[in-house]
């Protein structure tokens, strides 16, 4: 078998690398390593211990909760501060799964959600766990223990860092046996500063459950899987086109800064392995990202595109100040599409240089960490007012890039929204509800602001989201086709496609209160409109100029948009790169060429 395989189930794509096949897991994890005393592990394993191999036979049947304990992790290399506000990153949080089968594949009933420490102590873990499917099954030699894996991911509600990783545990009559876990691979990190591979086990309880929620939750899953887009191996990709066409996809980014690439070419979705230091990850459309500013260019503009179709387009001149109280009175005058343009002639530090003009000027100054740690949404709202002050000039016309803009706006439209729907009414929610899950997204984890007693508040709009690699490629789609989905306009259709042309995008080098000549934007390097970045290209067939419509999130995550109908999707973790080390070649055009020379435009 060549490439990967497919594990049909019902409409299911789950896709495992073939390469993971160096043998058995009983060969990497063997029953001893599971059963045995609980020591600490010497070093992760090879992924082939966390999927079954080709002579794997069926599990038995599971379903009920696993009780995970608290757990110490190791790292490599040793990470330096792993206290963070007082939360430790080297602490696996105790928590409870509810996990059932379904044939081949084991089920989360939380799949997709940001799941919380189970009791509150201290010191506290610095990690919420978002679990996903994974597989059941036997190995020859294991007598009556049965395998079960699950991708977990070690998020943060602090920020937006990932560390994607795999567990597994043996089973057998109700009996469980120790749980081995490791994160091999990761987004950018930030707060923790480090590029560091994490591993340990837990001690484990099992309890059976027979509650119709199993019953419920079993038809939903296979709803979601049915609504999955379809999904092949690289490798199909690259056999359609002539040797070395796709050679070199992902740059510039250098390829040991990718996490995952992948495509969508004609209504199909073609993903990478993801490369470990112990093999590809064994799950890669489970894999959620922490995206950061791709975050930019979902929660705000989404919100309101789909307002501007339910309530009108006058959404976008509506006040940040009538929205969000107690802010300076500049605010007045800021409308929601200039916050949405980082125009909002706010957040003054940096420069006052405007011609030409630096658009990060000032953007990591004024205790830039103390609001971005801030837990509640006083605070952070405390925090701008105590750090910033307006600029001279007028919104709309200077481009700043400022985190602190896109909270704001995030604030304002759930405010505006509670005006409108009632105290209820949710930001996150409405999206959730009336743009995902008619795509076929059906889990979307994110930040939110930590209100009193743990409660969540706000949403994030400036980062925060945790998707897999197929929910961005179906937003990207929604938005490719001007908003609209199998026939129903969910995102306004002429607002949407204004924002695809870069239709009033800033020049984010230029003071755009100065007349702009059509060839000065022509030449510009870079747009900017409504959370979207518009990178220069210049076609290699035939000199055309196009400004191609991007989401880009640090630690080099982007999803761009083609006009030859192709979606390019890259996860990366370059940032906090050692000294002198780079992230990307010079050559900026490199995926872009590639994606011309599978379909010109």
């Known amino acids: 078998m060549s490439g990967w395989f497919v594990a049909a189930c019902g409409a299911l794509t789950f896709l495992c690398a073939d390469s993971l096949f160096a043998g058995p897991a009983a060969l990497h994890l063997p029953v001893a390593a599971l059963t045995g005393p609980m020591t600490a592990p010497a070093s992760p394993v090879d992924h082939a211990a966390f999927t079954p191999g080709p002579d794997a036979s069926s599990g038995a049947a599971l379903q009920g909760v696993l009780e995970i304990a608290e757990a110490r992790l190791q790292s490599a290399p040793a990470l330096q501060k792993p206290m963070i506000d007082g939360r430790d990153a080297l602490l696996f949080p105790a928590i409870s799964l509810m996990l059932f089968s379904d044939g081949e594949l084991l089920v989360p009933v939380q799949r997709g959600s940001m799941v919380r420490e189970a009791a509150a102590k201290s010191p506290r873990s610095y990690w919420r766990v978002i679990p996903q499917p994974g597989r059941i099954w036997r190995e020859p030699g294991d007598g009556e223990w049965s395998r079960a894996a699950l991708p977990l991911m070690l998020v943060n509600d602090t920020e937006n860092h990932a560390h994607q990783g795999v567990a597994t545990f043996l089973y057998r009559n109700g009996t469980v046996s120790a749980l081995r876990l490791q994160f091999a691979q990761h987004t950018g990190p930030y707060l923790l500063k480090q590029h560091v591979v994490l591993w340990g086990s837990a001690a484990l309880r099992w309890r059976n459950e027979a509650s119709e929620a199993f019953a419920t939750e079993r038809a939903a899953a296979r709803r979601e899987r049915a609504e999955r887009l379809p999904v092949k191996p690289w490798a199909d990709l690259v056999g359609q086109f002539p040797a070395g066409t796709l050679e070199g996809f992902g740059g510039p980014v250098l390829p040991r800064w990718q996490v995952l690439n992948a495509l969508v070419h004609r209504g199909t979705l073609y993903v990478q392995d993801s490369p470990t230091p112990y093999g590809p990850y064994p799950y890669p459309l489970e894999m959620r990202f922490g995206v950061r500013s791709v975050m930019k260019s979902i929660a705000a503009p989404l919100a309101l595109l789909r307002l501007a179709e339910t309530v ?248 761009t948009m083609y006009p030859n109908g192709i979606i390019a999707l890259h996860m990366g973790k370059a940032s906090e790169l050692p000294t002198g080390e780079r992230a990307s070649s010079d050559d900026a055009d490199t995926t872009h060429r590639i994606v011309e020379r599978l379909a010109p435009f």
Do not use: C
């Open 312 to 559: 009108g387009p006058y959404v976008l001149d509506l006040r940040i100040g009538d929205y969000v109280p107690g802010l300076d009175a500049k605010f007045g005058r800021i409308r929601f599409i200039d916050a949405a343009n980082m125009a909002s002639g706010y957040g003054g530090l940096g420069s006052l240089v405007t011609q030409p003009n630096n658009p990060y000027a000032g953007y990591l100054e004024g205790d830039y960490d103390g609001w971005y740690t801030a837990p509640s949404s006083a605070q952070k709202l405390a925090a701008i007012r105590r750090n910033l002050k307006p600029y001279p000039w007028e919104p709309g016309t200077v481009m700043r890039y400022r985190d602190q803009d896109y909270f704001l706006l995030g604030v304002a439209i759930d405010a505006f929204l509670k005006s409108v729907r009632g105290p209820d009414a949710d930001l996150w929610r409405m999206l959730e509800s009336e743009v995902f899950k008619p795509i076929g997204i059906h889990h979307a984890p994110a930040v939110r602001t930590r209100e009193s007693s743990e409660r969540d508040g706000v949403i994030w709009a400036n980062a925060g989201y945790y998707p897999t690699v197929e929910e961005l490629a179906k937003i990207a789609l929604l938005v490719q086709a001007d908003g609209a989905h199998q026939g129903r306009q969910i995102l306004h259709g002429p607002l949407t496609r204004e924002l695809l042309a870069a239709r009033d995008a800033l020049v984010p080098t230029v003071d755009g209160s100065r007349q702009l000549q059509a060839a000065t934007r022509s030449a510009a390097p870079m747009l900017y409109r409504m959370g979207y970045w518009f990178p220069r290209y210049v076609s290699a067939r035939d000199g055309a100029i196009r400004h191609l419509p991007s989401m880009q999130g640090s630690g080099e995550n982007r999803v």
